[in-house]
């Protein structure tokens, strides 16, 4: 199918803990795989991708794995700050667009 | 680069009357998406562009839904008669072939 499946829809973590986040898909010709951080009232904003050939990328305390075989992808974020707190959203490239998961509301703690 | 800039910011309207929500591209971009975003919808595409032509208009929901791209830099969506359900934020995004979209900040549409 086209959707993309994201869990959890909310996540509640304690500052300094880490929070991760799992998308899953059907189409295997997708090989781009970004996700996107969306702050109250503002509009989406890329903070890692990952292309098919790769299964780990890194960005400071930003990871995402890529396992194409089972198709899912997961976001991973280390030594959370209450700054974090937003809606990730992970999405999969077909054809010129992107597929976008529903959304992870995150919640870190103070 | 002042990124995608779209407006206005926020619309406030009553049924029946015609909206037009603008956007300009990041230049050099050559795809141009539009989308709707609500809480029991969340992220949906309504149309995208490329070179200036529309590739994908599935996701427009229906007639009184209208997209243009007169040139590279400038976009229009647009809704006659606008309905109550309409009201939602539309992005617009852009970004160059098989790269990144980067999204505009958003009009909130309110629908009355």
């Known amino acids: 199918g086209e959707n993309v499946e994201q869990h959890p829809s909310t996540l509640s973590v304690q500052e300094g803990d880490s929070a991760v986040i799992k998308c899953t898909y059907s189409?295997?010709?997708?090989?781009?795989f970004p996700w996107y951080k969306q702050e109250l009232g503002k509009g989406p904003q890329l903070i890692i991708d990952?292309?098919?050939?790769?299964g780990e990328k890194k960005d400071q305390r930003i990871a995402v794995t890529l396992n194409k075989t089972a198709k899912h992808f997961s976001l991973h974020i280390t030594e959370t700050q209450p700054e974090d707190s937003a809606v990730y959203f992970c999405?999969?490239?077909?054809?010129?667009?992107?597929?976008f998961g529903q959304g992870t509301e995150l919640s870190v703690k103070p | 680069d002042a990124g995608v800039i779209q407006s206005p910011r926020h619309e406030v309207t009553e049924m029946g009357q015609e909206v037009t929500l603008r956007c300009k591209p990041i230049?050099?971009?050559?795809?141009l998406f539009w989308y709707r975003q609500t809480m029991m919808r969340g992220l949906e595409l309504l149309i995208y562009?490329?070179?200036?032509?529309?590739?994908?208009d599935s996701g427009m929901p229906e007639d009184r839904f209208s997209a243009k791209m007169p040139n590279a830099s400038f976009s229009t969506l647009k809704i006659q008669p606008s309905e109550p359900r309409d009201s939602a934020v539309y992005f617009c995004?852009?970004?160059?072939?098989?790269?990144?979209?980067?999204f505009g900040p958003g009009t909130r549409l309110l629908v009355l």
């Open positions: 189409d295997s010709a997708s090989n781009y």
């Open positions: 562009f490329n070179n200036n032509v529309p590739i994908d």
């Open positions: 995004a852009s970004s160059r072939p098989g790269e990144t979209q980067y």
């Open positions: 999405a999969r490239n077909q054809g010129g667009k992107l597929i």
């Open positions: 230049s050099g971009h050559d795809y």
């Open positions: 990952i292309r098919s050939n790769v």
